[in-house]
């Protein structure tokens, strides 16, 4: 797996970098260490957004009053950390949520607008040198700040409503109150889906060598992805495994097989559109995971595929993973048909000649001896084919020949007429 792979996965414990403004900011345990203990008995309190009514993209912001009030007896410490909440599963880019903070009853302010773990956050801290100070608010004292917010033209279609909290980050458990801001036109929040299906050999009756499987996305609700997206395809082996297995791949675009490059464990998958919805309908990519001929796996070894899904522009991260375990090992002999092992039995030889049909009694029996009369050239030859019914050379011949048996048969005929008469007369 990459080192990129690898540092997606584990950026819930790590500072996270925004991907347009190059803002930083802190994991929650980053200043936990040197916060007053009585910051945990701060009191956070939001105003009703005004105007009211839902937020249109592109359109009005609207502002609420932040007060945070300190009830101890000793100083607090307060880091405040603006978490956005959002329906729909599209990642939240800078410009998607306009953040703006102004000092009421407090020190003057810089806000910033950041990420972490593929979610919108805003953070505000004292105007300095340093970022990220904390704000101290003094025994049985507050601090008021007005925070307008708004909706981007690019506010993803498939996000719906969100709500907003501000907690202190140093200590973020406890009592802490949240704004929800509906958003309009009303929708049907959209979430996109990756799941594998379809896990079989490449080829029918195929080896262990190869393995075929199916990412099938789909997208519930309304609205449509306002960027293209992007598939980090990764592939695990044990490690003993992973340098020996010459990994091959291919993807089917287009209805047809393409051979992609495994870098690290990890395949390029083919990118969806931008726009893609539940209009779309389902996209299925087909992908093929191979042994090479210089595969040196000798067994039979579990391996799984990760898929994560990301935005291709803005914010690149993963925010719709899934994953499929699978088998792969080399492929098995070809199967042969064995040779026989002594030759096939022969038909025997009848030991007595056939019977042939005794003679009537009284006559000869004569052998029966080849004619040595040769056959004339145009002359028809049985071959045990339907008889010759067309006219030949030969037609005139066999009507005189006719005509001769009928007056022959004819004359005989009259002779033995006669023959009858003079015997009666």
Known sequence: MSARTAALRNTSAAVVAA????????????????????????????????????LTRGGAAQTFELTVANPTDKVSAYHPWAILDHTGNSPV????VSFKV????APATTARIGHQDGGWQGMFYPTGPKEFEPFEIPAGGKLTWKI????????????????????NYSHPSGDVPSLTFKTSPATKPGTLKAAFEQLGPCEVNGGDDCRMMALRYSV?????????????????????????????????????????????????????????GAASGDR??????????????????????????????GLVFSFVENSQQFS???AAPAPTTPAPTSPAPTKPVPATPAPT?????????????????????NAPVATGSLAHTGSDSNTGLYTALAAALIALGGAAAWLGARRRKAVRG
């Open 328 to 330: 792969l090992g080399p």
């Open 93 to 96: 880019q800078d410009g998607d």
């Open 284 to 313: 299925v990519t087909y992908v093929q995971l191979k042994l090479g001929p210089k595969s040196q796996i000798k067994k039979l070894t579990k391996a799984k595929a990760t898929a994560q899904v990301h935005l291709t522009e």
């Open 19 to 54: 991907a347009i403004a190059g803002t930083v900011l802190m994991p929650l345990s980053a200043h936990a260490a040197g916060s007053e203990d009585g910051s945990t008995g701060l009191k956070t309190t939001m105003t009703a957004p005004v105007p009211s009514g839902p």
């Open 102 to 105: 102004e000092a009421v009853n």
């Open 220 to 276: 519930t609700g309304d609205g449509e992805f306002n960027s293209a997206l992007g598939t980090w395809f990764s592939v695990d082996l044990p490690d003993e495994d992973r340098n020996k297995a010459d990994l091959q791949a291919r993807v089917r675009v287009d209805g047809q097989w393409k051979d992609v490059k495994v870098a690290h464990g990890e395949v390029n998958m083919p990118v969806i559109p931008k726009g893609f």
């Open 357 to 377: 049909t005794p003679a009537p009694t009284g006559s000869t029996t004569t052998t029966p001896v080849a004619s040595t009369t040769p056959i004339a050239a």
């Open 148 to 167: 307008t917010i708004g909706l981007g033209a690019s506010y993803p279609t498939v996000n719906g409503d969100f709500t907003l909290a501000v907690p």
